[in-house]
């Protein structure tokens, strides 16, 4: 299998708190990212085998080096159109489920909300940037 | 317990301090009672969101559904940031190519300046200082990336992309010439240094003239918003290298140093913040300085007015801000005669509040429009 590759053309990030948001410009949408799942973009340079990734992200947020966590932020990294080499990660994530990967974390002592997450924010306009609305 | 509009505002002002990092003190909610829409009606109005959740983030008292709410908000503003900053990227490049000097003004290069993250300023459109003779060329060039003009006015053009939603207004003055014809004639937008933004370097002016220029716009929308105030918070801490001698020099000269110690005074008094001594010196010296502190404080939890009162309040603030009692008269006198020019329709005219609110009604504007 080729090593992961993130996409970087187009796409402009920010922090926020623990998370990630990215923007992608060509297709005006915009994604957030779990601190488990934005490490892995950061690092999939092409150059880092999944394994290698897992122990990166042992090293840096402290979750077990699993390569099923990898994975799993892959699919979802691929299913955000943030990957450029995606075909083989599909066929690697049929082996793990997100249930299987929190239930590992969770046995290994680690927060849910490090099991990899991305989650779509709708296109933005001005408006919706601007205005807030919260019901009594 | 409920809270009226006071406390909301005391609580607002205690998160913005701590988003502001200027107060590392746990935040204290009233247990039960708390009219937390309100609070965020509140920081909505005065477009400091982003800082009311950085400042809200760690607190235990906040409701799930508050928590959330703030939080999926943030993320669409971080991404219509990141949007606008793209954007201006680009037609910074663009303008670049063609030959002509922009450079940006307030919107994401100033957010990162000041906060250092796009996160924390909701930004609505994008604004570009150009030279007025340029105006016209940038104009026809953005018409190709689809961009089309909405509105002239007397210093900016309002551009709008159909496209994209996007708003862009392009400035060749700090303010209008009626406002302040003295600061409307100023070029305070020499580049003095750069930022990057999006991996592009963007040019900047000197630290003085930022804080000059974030001080001009927020007088001229009589600081009614929290977020212009911090602004001017995040500058004091973001700006190391600012010369407040030389700030006070320039506005010295010009007869503005109210104008510059207005929005001093107030982070001072909101939020605490202590003041280089020169600075405190000086508005110690003009007593006008801390009244008009206070007044603009009421407005910012006040409810709606009147359009009567309204179009008081904005005209008194514009001549209380003003040092010298000539130059107060003589705007005394053209509001004045705004107000019995022929076709005025959409004016206030003095007949009318004569017989409206009555002489001693009228007496107390104009000593209200007086300071």
Known sequence: MNNPKARREGLFSECLAEETVIYDKANHTAHTLNQTVATVWEWADGDKSVNELARLLHSQLGIPADPGVVLLALEQLQAAGLLETYQEVEKETERTSRREVARRLALAGVSAAMVPLVASVVAPTPAMAVSMVIPE | MQTDAADEYRALLQCLRRALQLNGEPLAFPSAGFAWPCLIALADRHDVIPLLN???????????????????????????????????????????????????????????????????????????????SEIERACALLSERGYVVAKTQCKDIELENPGTGLHLELHWSACEPWHDKRVSGLKLWNAASTISLLNRRMPLPSAENIFFLLAIHGARHRWESLKWLCDIAAALGALPDLDWDVVLSQAGKMGRRRLVLLPLALVNQLFDLQLPSSVAKAIEQDAAVARLAAYIQQRHYAGPSTAVRRLIYCESMRIRMRESFFERLCLLAAFLFRQIKPNANDRLRPYRLFRIYGPATILKFARELMG
């Open chain 2, 54 to 132: 950085a400042a809200l983030r760690d607190s235990d008292s906040v409701p799930a559904q508050v928590r959330q709410r703030l939080e999926s908000r943030c993320r669409t503003v971080i991404a219509h940031n990141l949007c606008l900053a793209s954007e201006l990227a680009e037609l910074l490049e663009f303008f670049e190519r063609s030959g002509i000097h922009a450079m940006p003004f307030k919107g994401p290069a100033w957010t990162k300046v000041l906060y250092g993250n796009l996160a924390y300023r909701q930004i609505r459109d994008l604004d570009i200082l150009l030279d007025q």
